[in-house]
Structures are given as structure tokens and as C-alpha cells.
């Protein structure tokens, strides 16, 4: 079962916790806020039987190999911005990575980080209420960092790389997570009345932008051409019928990445 160490100072404010074997890093930061315990916490494994991904699927986490880690953020605003927070996390992420690997991602909308046109790491933000009625976001981060084709088995190979694969290097995990609770950090003194320097950021490292783009959504199966970023981050698809709306979440397939040809 999980086992976990004391808990170790890490960059500013955080308290983080180190289990070998968990569930998910979401589950248990889930459990810790529903007890009121969560705020300020940062969740590491080394291995995830149940990792948790987008619109209900898992993620893989093979033990030792990646960076499995949860963070607790109680940003003070209007409930309505915080789905914006998470292409705000994966421009942290991207700083982090860039910090200390010289390489910056490119971002997939809206927040998979991509290196060579394959899936680097995913992000998981759950909303969560605490016992004093107070919001919690919980950020679920996954960053491959020695993965090899073998280890994702062809299936996922065909979609996903590793620092290691795609670099021929990946910094130690510990170093990477102190990098990413910093990069957090930075984005919890900005998030959300400072927005220039996180959406210039995100354009720039949008991969989405200018490709023609599959979006899923309540509608059905809809096809364009990803033509911007919004003001809250949303994706303006500009459709096959040139006309044009913001999609702000759901399921969008990109073509050039991810094997979509
Ligand atoms: C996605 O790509 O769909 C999101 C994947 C998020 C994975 C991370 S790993 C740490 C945290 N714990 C989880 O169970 N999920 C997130």
C-alpha cells in the first residue's frame, strides 16, 4: 500500500509529500481536501495505479519514470475565471521544463505539452469544495522523463515521448518538481489579474494555432482551422463554413500531432 515519508520543505510555501506507490496524486490531494488538510500541499509519486486523465481517461505511470505530482492552489477569485487556470499551468510547466532542459515544449489545447509532436506531459485540473465551502483547484501534472518506447507499450508509443526519448536527457524528478512548485509559485502571484505575460506565452507556444483542427463537442464532430486564443483562453476555430466561434473545452484532435494525418 502507499507509504509515504515525512513531509519536506520545497520552494516557497509548499508542503510536499512523497508516497512510493498511490492511487492517483489527485485522489489523495481529493481525500486531504475533504478533510481540510490540502491547502498548500504538493503530492509526489514514484508510481500511480490509477492515474487519472482527461474526459475520464488514465495515465499511465510507469514507476520511477516520470513526475507524478498533485498541487493545491486556492486562488482568490470569481469562481467563472478558474477553468482558465490550466492553460496558465501549462505555461508554468513549459517554464519549468525550459529552466532546466534549455528546450521549450510546445503546448496542444489546451494544456497536453508536446516535444517532437508527441504528448511530453498531461495536466488534470479537478475543482474541489472544502469543508469551509471554500474552492480548491487541484492540479494533477504528469511530465514524461525516462520512458522508453517499450515502456509505453506501441499504443501510447505511437503518441507519447519522454524527456529522455526526446531530448537524450531528463533532469533528476526531484529537480523537476522544486522547478515546477517555483514556476507555480510565479503563477500564483499573477493568476488571474496579471494575464499578459501567461497568455502572450501561450500563443507563442500554442502548436494548435494555424492547423486544421477535429473538435468533439456537445454539437457532434465539427472541423476548421485553429485561428486564435481568446482573451480567456479559449481556442477560435474559424469552420469549414467560415464561421467562427471560441471552443473553451472538449475534445480537439490536431492534424500533424499525435499521429492525426
Ligand atoms: C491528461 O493528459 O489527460 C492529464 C494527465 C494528468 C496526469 C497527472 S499525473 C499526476 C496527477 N495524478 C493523476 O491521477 N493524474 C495527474
Known amino acids: ?24 496524486t489527485n ?3 481529493r481525500r486531504r481536501a475533504a478533510a481540510g488538510d490540502a491547502e498548500g500541499v504538493a503530492i509526489i509519486a514514484d508510481h500511480q495505479t490509477g492515474g487519472r486523465g482527461r474526459l475520464g481517461r488514465g495515465f499511465l505511470s ?9 498541487a493545491a492552489l486556492t486562488p482568490d477569485c470569481p469562481r ?10 501549462a505555461v508554468a510547466v513549459c517554464d519549468a521544463i525550459e529552466s532546466l532542459c534549455g528546450v521549450r515544449p510546445g503546448i496542444k489545447w489546451p494544456n497536453d505539452l508536446v516535444l517532437g509532436d508527441k504528448k511530453l506531459c498531461g495536466i488534470l485540473t479537478e475543482l474541489v469544495t472544502q469543508p469551509d465551502d471554500t474552492s480548491l483547484v487541484i492540479l494533477g501534472i504528469g511530465v514524461n522523463l525516462t520512458q522508453t518506447p517499450s515502456d509505453f507499450g506501441p499504443e501510447v ?58 473538435v468533439l463537442g456537445p454539437d457532434g464532430l465539427r472541423e476548421g482551422t485553429a485561428a486564435d ?11 469549414r463554413d467560415d464561421s467562427e466561434s471560441a471552443v473553451s473545452s472538449g475534445e480537439v484532435s490536431v492534424r500533424g500531432l499525435y499521429g492525426y494525418v
Open 1 to 24: 500500500m502507499a507509504q509515504t515519508v515525512a513531509p519536506s520543505p520545497g520552494p516557497a510555501g509548499w508542503k510536499i509529500l512523497r508516497f512510493d506507490t498511490i492511487d492517483s
Open 27 to 29: 485522489s489523495e490531494l
Open 62 to 70: 510507469s514507476a520511477g519514470k516520470g513526475l507524478y505530482l498533485s
Open 80 to 89: 467563472e475565471v478558474l477553468p482558465t487556470l490550466t492553460a496558465w499551468a
Open 157 to 214: 508509443a505511437a503518441i507519447a515521448t519522454s524527456l529522455s526519448q526526446a531530448l537524450g536527457r531528463a533532469p533528476e524528478r526531484d529537480a523537476l518538481a522544486e522547478a515546477v512548485l517555483s514556476a507555480l509559485n510565479a503563477l500564483n502571484r499573477d493568476f488571474p489579474h496579471r494575464p499578459a505575460r501567461w497568455l502572450a506565452c501561450f500563443r507563442r507556444d500554442c502548436l494548435t494555432l494555424g492547423r486544421e483542427v477535429r
Open 229 to 239: 486564443i481568446t482573451a480567456d483562453f479559449g481556442l477560435l476555430v474559424r469552420w
